[in-house]
């Protein structure tokens, strides 16, 4: 078959019939049958193939041990938050929804015990997170292991400032107690703009795009017999709650982040007054 415009997808795609692994053939005959359709539809000039290649080559150029730029370009397209939904949780009626991991989950968190805070820079105003993992029925997952990370409240994690910021800032790895309860002290988080002085940058400026996500804390929950979550929980009046960046955001997840001026109860959470509260249980789909 020679190789035209019409014929190009077949004969690729049929370079591929001796892949052994059936689903890495379907996978990438697949992928071959609708980049040829999408050639031929909108038919790039040679100007435009290369300038896309230089911009796939900045892209992998601008990765580092710290900083995924082809996860932060999966992002911005909606591709990260597509595959989620479509692996996701959200399949199973009554669990927490999942989200994004986002590019930062780069670095062990340091382990914690509970009530302990995640800021160690102790820069920000104060905010306590506390809940509950448990099952569909409601019953407690004694045990669950929650990792957690967040920018901190200028809205930087800490690879991004790692002369600013000591190592495990804003992150921590914390056992659920026996009746599923789990509680961490915090900076209070606040929206952030992803990085901008890469190539995804350049596209959001190019598109007139912002750059901005909401508010939130990010969320690994993990125990055994357990399906795997990676949720976020969004602070509710957060700006650009309603134009996250990444596409990210569900209603389910967002919650008050309650201003608390009580001496009492914050005694009882080993803080300070004013400081906020945000409660949020988290419902884990069984294997």
């Known amino acids: 078959m020679d190789f035209t415009e019409n014929e190009s997808a077949q004969v690729v795609a049929k370079s591929f019939e001796t892949t052994d692994d059936p689903r890495l053939r379907e996978l990438l005959q697949g992928l071959v049958a609708h980049l040829h359709a999408y050639v031929r539809e909108l ?15 900045a892209t992998g150029q601008a990765c580092t041990d710290i900083r995924q730029e082809f996860i932060l370009l999966s992002d911005v397209l909606g591709i990260s ?16 929804a999942s989200t994004v991991l986002g ?23 104060v905010c306590v997170v506390e809940g509950r993992v448990v099952d569909t029925e409601g ?39 026996a009746q599923g309860r789990f509680r961490f002290t915090t900076a209070t988080p606040s929206h952030y ?29 993990d125990a055994p017999g357990y399906q795997q979550l990676t949720t976020h929980v969004f602070v509710a009046d957060s700006a650009y709650i309603d134009a996250d960046a990444v596409f990210a955001v569900k209603q389910s997840l967002v919650r008050e982040f309650v201003t608390v ?22 419902v884990l789909a069984r294997r």
């Open 43 to 57: 038919r790039p000039t040679t100007a435009e193939w290369e300038h896309a290649v230089e911009f796939l080559t």
């Open 81 to 96: 938050m597509l595959v989620e939904t479509i692996n996701g949780t959200d399949a199973h009626p009554g669990t927490t």
């Open 103 to 125: 590019p930062f989950h780069m670095t062990g968190s340091p382990r914690r015990e509970l009530g302990e805070s995640i800021d160690d820079a102790g820069a920000g105003p």
């Open 139 to 177: 019953l407690p997952v004694p045990g669950a292991t929650l990792d957690v990370w967040q920018a901190d409240h200028h809205g930087f994690y800490d690879v991004q400032q790692p002369d600013h910021q000591p190592a495990g800032n804003g992150r921590g790895l914390f056992t659920a107690d």
């Open 193 to 221: 703009p992803i990085p901008t002085d890469g190539p995804v940058g350049a596209l959001l400026r190019a598109t007139g795009r912002h750059p901005f996500r909401p508010a939130h804390i990010h969320f690994l929950v």
């Open 261 to 282: 001026d009580d001496e009492a109860a914050a005694a009882a959470h080993g803080v300070t007054a004013p400081f906020t509260l945000a409660c949020f249980d988290i």
